[in-house]
């Protein structure tokens, strides 16, 4: 298949990928909003600080599905459907492997977590283990799920994903609904009703990937070759996406030892910010992520490259049209967001969050390259190791007498560190050109990002500083501002060529 048809397919699980976000980003904040009224402040805290025990292990199940995306591309740019198929059935067999160890530490050092470490009045005690109890039910449901869902994203069917989450959100809220009118104990009916939901997706997934592909055969496959590749693959996948959750929770401990939970609060309501800024961007990698694995398993490693570099640059661009505004009218924003209930350091720790993410902008198409390859021992040894360094760092910085906001500057000086480390490993994996990559992406990127701001800071400094009508005017212009740079000097001709093309190919076939 051509590249000018990957690129289409591209553009439109992007949109689906868009869509699939939106709504569920809407009907997800309603929703938390509606339960917590329904179910009341302790039990929907139960469920939450229950659940959360078993939510502790997502980042396995999530490190799984990577690395099952990444072998089912491989094998699809191999075009080995012997192949495809047994190690779908691998995959099955890993995730059975897998559930059954969860299960094991969820009935042992989980329940004893629950029953002797949580802070649960007696009289509510019951339903938190019944909550518990449906809680790893629903998680080996997911378990059981990865590989379906996996395998639909690396076939790039990104609008069964999308369906299927939307209807996944529409269901919860549905079932918030009915609650009221249910005669049992709420807390337990809502766990009930939701592992209902679960189940429904899984035998959606499973519906629709034997009926669409014939690789998906429920059996399992107890090949040592495909196993091993899986279960090593996985696991460093699983220490790299350990070390991430590990420096998070540390940069979140050290804050409450030296300052409390009012900067605790303080981090998390910028890091609210940063995911709904990041969807746009994560939705696009997620849609080009399948080509770059397939491009390696082809040899068509020009057009992987090509493809790399202008994803990285788009990452960039969308990432900077939604910040700029943000970092410049924070104070405004959280304002209207919050009211006078924003907590001190918001603001620094929203603009410092949001240029960080700006670096991972550039990291996360690397590593999707990385992870092509299939050689991520050393890769993840270094990123994750360097990452960790960030908490003990962190917390000598705050033992010397800094302020919190030293935190997360140490994270962005790391966070840049880390991705020139990325280039290196990843030069001794390919033939890697650090100078046409520096050409390529870094000039272009960092033109666009120094002119576009000029003009917004102007404004900044010059309009009245409590005039509302200003402060959404200078958001216009800076998002218009970064798309014009981003247009005149960040894109070359041939991606202009490409999004022009594909524009008024979806006008005229309404997608």
Not at 21 to 42: A, D, M
Not at 121 to 132: D, L
């Amino acid at each position: 298949m051509g590249n000018d048809s990957n690129s289409t397919r591209i553009a439109k699980n992007t949109i689906f990928l868009y869509l699939r976000s939106f709504i569920v980003l809407l009907i997800s904040l309603y929703t938390s909003r509606v339960i917590l009224k329904v179910l009341g402040i302790e039990d929907y805290g139960i469920y939450n600080v229950v659940g959360g025990i078993i939510g502790m292990l997502s980042f396995l199940n999530t490190s799984m599905a990577s690395t099952y995306q990444r072998y089912f591309n491989y094998e699809m740019g191999k075009k080995n459907e012997v192949a495809l198929t047994n190690l779908f059935k691998s995959s099955l067999t890993v995730q059975l492997i897998y559930a059954i160890v969860i299960i094991v530490i969820a009935e042992t050092i989980g329940l004893w977590f629950l029953n002797n470490k949580l802070i649960i009045s007696p009289e509510r005690m019951n339903a938190a283990r019944w909550v518990y109890q449906i809680s790893i039910a629903s998680f080996v449901l997911t378990v059981i799920q990865a590989p379906f869902s996996a395998f639909i994203i690396s076939k790039e069917k990104m609008n069964i994903f999308a369906i299927i989450s939307i209807l996944d959100a529409i269901l919860k809220l549905f079932i918030i609904f009915l609650l009221p009118y249910t005669n049992s104990d709420k807390l337990i009916a809502y766990a009930c009703l939701l592992i209902l939901i679960t189940l429904l997706d899984l035998i959606i997934y499973v519906v629709v990937c034997k009926k669409r592909f014939h690789n998906c055969t429920i059996s399992l496959n107890w090949n040592k070759e495909n196993l091993k590749s899986l279960i090593n693959f996985g696991g460093w996948g699983m220490i790299g996406s350990l070390a991430y959750t590990l420096k998070s929770q540390g940069i979140n401990i050290i804050l409450n030892m030296f300052f409390g939970p009012i900067v605790n609060a303080a981090r998390g309501i910028a890091y609210q910010i940063l995911n709904a800024v990041e969807i746009f961007t994560q939705n696009f990698q997620t849609s080009f992520r399948p080509q770059l694995t397939k491009s390696y398993a082809e040899g068509n490693i020009s057009y992987m490259y090509k493809l790399y570099y202008t994803a990285t640059k788009i990452s960039f661009y969308m990432l900077w049209a939604l910040s700029l505004p943000i970092i410049i009218e924070t104070p405004k924003i959280l304002y209207l967001w919050l009211g006078n209930n924003v907590p001190e350091y918001t603001v620094a720790f929203t603009r410092i969050i949001l240029l960080t993410a700006l670096v991972s902008a550039y990291a996360n198409p690397t590593s999707a390259i990385a992870y092509a390859t299939g050689k991520i021992k050393n890769f993840i040894t270094w990123v994750s190791s360097l990452n960790l360094l960030i908490v003990p760092i962190g917390f000598l910085f705050l033992k010397l007498g800094f302020g919190p906001e030293s935190t997360m500057i140490v994270s962005l000086v790391m966070t840049i560190l880390v991705q020139i480390v990325r280039l290196f490993v990843l030069k001794k994996l390919l033939v890697f050109s650090l100078s046409e990559y520096f050409r390529k992406v870094i000039t272009p990127t960092m033109i666009v990002f120094i002119l576009s701001s000029i003009i917004p800071f102007f404004l900044k400094r010059t309009m009245p500083q409590d005039n509302f009508f200003m402060c959404i005017l200078n958001c216009f212009v800076s998002i218009a501002s970064v798309g014009i740079f981003t247009w005149v000097i960040g894109l070359n001709k041939e991606e202009k060529h490409l999004i022009l093309s594909k524009l008024n190919s979806f006008i005229k076939h309404k997608i």
